[in-house]
């Protein structure tokens, strides 16, 4: 079985529905001309995830019927793409159903690896080893924050690119504040250990973030990345990335955030870098080789934060272009690596970091936004989810 469609679109998360629903904004002739290849009959909000491992937010409210997503005049193909032939301009899915386009995008995001910690998916949701990187698990997380009695508190942070790259040390501000209300926060030492350098690449938000892990005496320990948990011992193995020493930490809970890498569907096609990513024009979002094809999101190789603000920015440059390109008008849009990540440092806490490729704030509020706030903090749990699902992904902004 073979099918043809002007624009096929890989992906029904953030970046795959905002595009679709911007290109039929932008040409009224792709009504019933675009179609979303999607496996999975659900999509999910994740960044409202810290806040419910935070015990702040239910997860049910961040999970919504895929079918319902979708903009009307896309059809959706669920099943999963398991080749491409970029040059028949064709992609075969894992129901053997080969499919044709003028134009692809492709924005599969990314994939965790819960095999690459050694015991961890076995332990995941057991024994204290919680994680907010799952809709499964999330929960577990709020049930061992404030089941907490004291010991120590473990979070870490991987050493490959993950998608939303605060939310490590976001998790770790929530509990530090309710180890303080539930009174065991003197009989609690916090470790936070991070494959990273620093608790954060751009330095005006680095300085705020130093000062609240001094603020909580938290113990952060870079350039560790976790290797393995031996969860019924509560043990875990950090290697440390500049020596290969290994360390061994006993912990009374830990917070996983799992390392993550590009789906295995892309790493072995012809459109993947040597890295296993996606290989786009970090401006044009435009493919390397082909033409023809655009990609963003969590699966491209851009040189920045994978965050949905990121993909906020991205959508609107890949759809112009493709209606450029259909037009044979000059591709004029261009992406500047804007990023942003909402840190949460506490509950009515937030630090709103904005920046682009160069690593230079660009913020949006005319206030410094480096600064600890409560309306950022309102802002990230009441009004981003409402821009999300009425705003975002209608392709309105």
Request: proline fraction near 5%.
């Amino acid at each position: 079985m073979s099918k043809h469609f002007k624009v096929v679109i890989i992906g029904g998360g953030s970046a795959g529905v905002s595009v679709a629903a911007r290109l039929l904004r932008q040409s009224s002739s792709l009504v019933n001309k675009i179609a979303i290849i999607e496996p999975v009959d659900k999509h999910y909000y994740q960044p409202l995830w810290t806040l419910v491992g935070g015990g702040v937010a239910k997860k049910e409210v961040t999970e919504r019927d895929m079918k319902f997503v979708i903009p009307k005049g896309v059809s959706w193909i669920q099943e999963a793409v398991i080749t491409f032939l970029p040059i028949e301009n064709t992609l075969v899915t894992d129901q053997q159903q080969r499919i044709s386009y003028d134009y692809l995008v492709v924005a599969a995001g990314i994939e965790t690896n819960w095999k690459g910690v050694k015991g961890l998916q076995e332990a995941i949701g057991h024994y204290e080893v919680c994680s907010n990187y799952s809709y499964q698990h999330v929960d577990y997380t709020w049930k061992t924050i404030r089941s907490f009695q004291g010991g120590t508190a473990l979070f870490t942070h991987p050493a490959t690119p993950i998608k939303c790259g605060g939310a490590p040390q976001k998790i770790m501000y929530l509990a530090e504040d309710h180890f303080k209300k539930s009174g065991v926060r003197n009989q609690t030492d916090i470790i936070f250990g991070s494959a990273n350098a620093t608790i954060f690449d751009v330095a005006k938000y680095r300085e705020t973030l130093e000062k609240v892990l001094q603020r909580k005496q938290i113990d952060a320990r870079f350039r560790k990345n976790l290797i393995e948990i031996k969860a019924e011992e509560k043990l875990a193995i950090f290697e440390h990335l500049d020596t290969g020493e290994q360390d061994v930490v006993s912990y009374n809970m830990i917070h996983v955030t799992p390392p993550m890498k590009a789906p295995a569907f892309i790493e072995k096609s012809p459109l993947s870098d040597k890295e296993g990513w996606l290989d786009v024009h970090k401006h044009t979002l435009q493919h390397i080789r082909y033409n023809n094809i655009f990609g963003l999101g969590d699966c491209a190789n851009l040189p920045t934060s994978k965050t949905g603000a990121a993909i906020r920015k991205q959508a609107p440059v890949v759809a112009s272009n493709i209606v450029s390109l259909m037009r044979e008008l000059p591709l004029d849009e261009s992406y500047d690596g804007y990023t942003s990540c909402p840190i949460v440092t506490g509950y009515n806490k937030l630090v709103l970091a904005e920046f682009d490729y160069s690593k230079t704030p660009c913020e949006m509020m005319p206030f410094n936004q480096a600064i600890e706030r409560q309306s950022m903090y309102l802002l990230k749990k009441d009004l981003l989810p409402i821009m999300y699902w009425n705003g975002m992904l209608k392709g309105t902004m």
